[in-house]
């Protein structure tokens, strides 16, 4: 008897883990002979837990299927659940007896290195207990920061956005040339820089911004900064500095800490205004010049008007090549991307052990990190070039974006 | 003899006001039977008393002049410069005086109510004193405050980016469905709420999102504005809030004024987070729920990504009225924007007197402002969804926007 397939996303959206899931239920559906029902987990493992499951295939038809390729977000909705470290825990019976239940023969999870900690632990479970379900791990984050696998879907959209709109906010910047200014960029990624490091691509020929950037990899010294922010002055007017989210000085202290306003909510939780505004503030208050901070937010990992084709593509084929990896037999495997060559840009698609992914990070090398770490080398140009490549025509109604939305 | 034009630009930048500066030069040039030399001023009038000239007609043939038509920010450069009211002042001599050197016949300032000043004195300053030059002014801004126009180039473009954003984020808050949030989105506008209200445009059948609205045009009271937050949960989990940067209470005060931590700097300047960041912090005081503000900030007024292509073709299009109206004869006007129809939208170019313009503001009008101040009514939808119509094909090199800098 053909058994049925689950699929489900987790963790912060991207602006393409509808593309994996897209890649998912495509391949599923062309595999109808060895594939049954293809059903969607709603918010997760922790919506699964709760009975929370769709069928997909009538998408289809309704034509939300294409759709949703080129939707935002998490058209399954997400969770930010971790399961027990004891694989005797009662939920792993409730988890299996649903699998039961329901059929399932192939589990996919679309998400980072948490979710990929999920994918281990049931298929470790599955091991030990005999069950035959393929666990496969589908990766997913804006950070870029799963090992062993060249890049992850969703960065290069997110680098995308990055680099376009540091070129804007740059010619913005450039309007009152005859003035001097700082505009302070932040970024997301608290412990890894490489979307930081993207602002590096919206340089050209004409405009050296961003000219200084500042990763978390590297230790942030304020009194450094505001020299290297003093010694820019002596070639530009109008400066831009792109800042992580999570730059931190050397004692591992985040400088959004420094702020001396912090408060502190009712909760006891601090209510940090974010280190761009901190700078901004310093800045202000040491020179007296015109700044500005801008954080660039959650459209970092939403918007669908700086999707890059190439990750778009890749999102859609790592789906799809996963479902082929269960078919094939594989088990707790997580699709990962092997870079044949930069140019011509070419990669392949291959299986990685899923327990060798989960719960560790991928940091920028320290050798592309230069300029007393106020800049990014021509190794990450020559890395992330390739991955911004080719423009997503998103459907249209109205003259704004047309997105999917889950009816359940 | 042939008279020679000179434009230029002025006040905050907009993702069309280099539209509105290429349909100057283009009908410039078409006219070369009547119109000699073209020039811009470098960072406006303010430059132009430095003596920051720059042929224009080069453009053409080197490619810079189509690539500017899709370029953000402007690419003569601004200036903040306020002309004395006094037009016995020397520095309207000097100014006419340099008129003559460059044997200027025809005057072109693109900018808002401030620049239209400009224009008006510059233009009464030639009647007293019998120049012959005209003076026409082309609007610009994306607050879309100027008045005798039903809007203005630039605003357009911002809400179409503000409509598509607050869809993405709406699509990106949605994904924990099960747990509380709130989004709050601060939007430009310190007097007028237009930008803010064209968030009520991303709403879809499917999401109501943006559910509160708040322009300046109404005062702001904290108390409403939680109990409005605490009803709407009775309906929804996350919600979307957008707010202007000016909204302000019924006093006058600005709402992040009410900030306990704000901080002043050695220069005596007051360090203000905004709003948004206020009342993310009030409601997680109060309510203890996940809450996070947004600031749109510059990407609103500079992004190339969301460009209208109903209101790049408008700001091409006064350019060139402008150019017709100052061969007509006619000066001391502004190029206003009559609307004819709306469905059929339809449009028609007409001159207004500068004077009438400058230094006025055009607010939402008050019964458009709906449900205690936290809505915007349907005649608002009916009169903005015609402008953000189109798309623009912006041309790329290597996966980013390609965009004309100024070689001066």
Chains 1, 2 share one sequence.
Not at 285 to 295: A, W
Not at 326 to 342: E, P
Request: charged content about 20%; hydrophobic content about 40%.
């Amino acid at each position: 008897m053909k058994k049925n397939l689950i699929v489900g996303q987790s963790g912060g959206p991207t602006a393409v883990i509808n593309g994996s899931l897209y890649g998912v239920i495509t391949e599923a559906l062309a595999h109808s002979d060895e594939i049954g029902d293809v059903y969607g987990m709603v918010n997760g493992i922790e919506g699964f837990l709760n009975g929370q499951v769709m069928p997909l295939a009538p998408l289809k038809d309704s034509g939300e299927l294409s759709l949703m390729r080129t939707t935002p977000g998490a058209y399954l909705g997400s969770c930010r659940f971790k399961l027990p470290e004891d694989l005797d825990d009662e939920i792993y019976q409730k988890l299996f007896r649903r699998f039961d239940k329901y059929g399932i023969g192939y589990f996919f999870y679309i998400g980072g290195n948490d979710s990929m900690d999920t994918v281990s632990k049931l298929s470790r479970y599955a091991s030990v207990h005999k069950s035959d379900i393929r666990f496969i791990g589908l990766p997913k984050t804006v950070d870029n920061d799963l090992c062993l696998t060249d890049h992850t879907p969703g960065y290069a959209s997110a680098a995308k956005f990055v680099a376009t709109v540091l070129r804007e906010i740059s010619i913005d910047a450039s309007v009152y040339s005859n003035k001097k200014s700082v505009t302070i960029v932040e970024i997301m990624g608290r412990h890894a820089g490489w979307l930081t490091a993207a602002s590096a691509l919206a340089r050209t020929d004409m405009d050296p911004n961003p000219l200084l950037i500042y990763l978390p990899e590297a230790a942030f010294d304020q009194d450094a900064f505001m020299k290297q922010i003093q010694d820019s002055f002596k070639t530009m007017n109008n400066l831009i500095v792109c800042i992580s989210e999570g730059i931190h000085d050397k004692t591992g202290t985040f400088i959004c800490e420094y702020d001396s306003n912090v408060g502190v909510d009712n909760f006891g939780h601090k209510m940090l205004a974010g280190s761009g505004k901190y700078l901004e503030n310093l800045i202000k208050s040491e020179l007296g010049i015109k700044v500005r901070s801008i954080e660039l937010n959650v459209p970092q990992r939403c918007s669908s008007s700086c999707l890059s084709g190439t990750d778009l593509n890749e999102a859609v084929a790592s789906g799809r090549a996963g479902v082929r990896f269960a078919l094939d037999g594989m088990t707790a495997k997580m699709v990962a991307f092997n870079r044949i060559s930069d140019d011509p840009y070419a990669l392949s698609y291959a299986p990685v052990a899923v327990d060798s992914v989960c719960n560790l990070e991928k940091a920028v090398p320290a050798s592309w990190i230069i300029k007393n770490g106020t800049d990014v080398s021509d190794e990450f140009i020559k890395y992330a070039r390739p991955l911004i490549q080719g423009s997503v025509d998103v459907p249209q109604e109205d003259g704004l974006p047309k997105f999917a939305y889950r009816r359940y």
